[in-house]
């Protein structure tokens, strides 16, 4: 990809901007996979500094383990905040429990989350906490 084009995702500041830098692509023919997988990649950024800010969790030196937990969680949190959603439960249940004991919590339940049905629906489910396990 273009390194300006490039350059120009990696500027854009929140999801509103990339949602419309997407259609823009979109219209004009240029939404290749390439920019959607960089479109994709800031989204994920911007969720993680919204984690972070949002549930007040030091997102530094994790483990392998906790660092994928916020990899996904940061890409579902994008994928919501670009559909106009808040991801309120997912960030109440990091906030009051942490990272990994989030996690626990969600996958043994007996029914499934919010989260994990929204993620099933959209063909994600390579993004949930129990595909975070069984890895």
Same mark, same amino acid.
């Given at each position: 990809?273009?390194?300006? $084009?490039?350059?120009? +995702? ?9 949602? #419309? ?8 023919? #240029? ?7 960089? +479109? ?10 919204? %984690?972070?800010?949002?549930?007040? $969790? ?10 994928? %937990? ?12 670009? #559909? ?32 994990? #049905?929204? $993620? ?11 595909? +975070?396990?069984?890895?």
């Amino acid at each position: 990809m273009e390194e300006r $084009l490039t350059r120009t +995702i990696g500027n854009l500041r929140n999801w509103e901007d990339l949602a #419309q830098f997407a259609t823009n692509a979109r219209e004009r023919g #240029q939404l290749t996979d390439e920019v959607s997988d960089a +479109i994709n990649t800031r989204s994920a950024e911007l969720g993680r500094t919204f %984690i972070s800010e949002k549930t007040g $969790l030091d997102l530094r030196d994790l483990s392998p383990a906790e660092e994928k %937990i916020v990899q996904v969680v940061s890409e579902y949190v994008g994928i919501m905040r670009r #559909q106009g959603k808040y991801p309120g439960r997912t960030l109440e249940q990091l906030r009051n429990r942490g990272l990994q004991d989030a996690v626990e919590s969600a996958v043994c339940r007996a029914t499934p989350t919010q989260g994990f #049905q929204n $993620l099933a629906d959209a063909a994600l489910d390579d993004l949930s906490y129990e595909q +975070i396990v069984v890895d």
